[in-house]
């Protein structure tokens, strides 16, 4: 069974930056799909990005296109969330989770669709961020 760790969050500035990683024990996680979630109080759970297990295929939110980046190194068992230019509303807990996906349904609703959140295999326990002043 794939057990994650999310690990990075804190406090930071607007503008700043945070780099969260998603680390896999027990099992490796070089044939999963690993997407990155967040959720802020009183809001829906909302998909900021996924990357595939070969590491080529990527889908992001809308919300985070040109300031996030999702990157993976198998070797090392961990997936990295690389967000640049935070701003408060970025402010949530952050969850990796790992689904075994074919390539080309990287870009389709596994990432946005409430209902097909869902259906995502594993789940870390998160790692609040938060951005203010």
């Known amino acids: 069974q794939l057990q994650l760790v999310e690990s990075g969050g804190g406090l930071v500035q607007p503008g700043g930056s945070l780099r969260l990683s998603c680390t896999a024990s027990?099992?490796?996680?070089?044939?999963?799909?690993i997407g990155w979630f967040r959720q802020a109080p009183g809001k829906e759970r909302e998909g900021v990005a996924c990357?595939?297990?070969?590491?080529?295929?990527?889908n992001y939110a809308d919300s985070v296109k040109g300031r996030f980046t999702v990157s993976r190194d198998n070797a090392k068992n961990t997936v990295y969330l690389q967000m640049n230019r935070l701003d408060p509303d970025d402010t949530a807990v952050y969850f990796c989770?790992?689904?075994?996906?074919?390539?080309?349904?990287?870009?389709?609703?596994?990432?946005?669709?409430?209902?097909?959140?869902?259906?995502?295999?594993?789940w870390g326990q998160g790692t609040q961020v938060t951005i203010s002043a």
């Open positions: 989770a790992g689904i075994i996906l074919p390539e080309h349904q990287i870009g389709g609703s596994w990432l946005t669709d409430p209902q097909w959140q869902r259906l995502w295999d594993f």
């Open positions: 027990e099992v490796g996680l070089d044939q999963y799909t």
């Open positions: 990357i595939h297990s070969s590491g080529v295929s990527t």
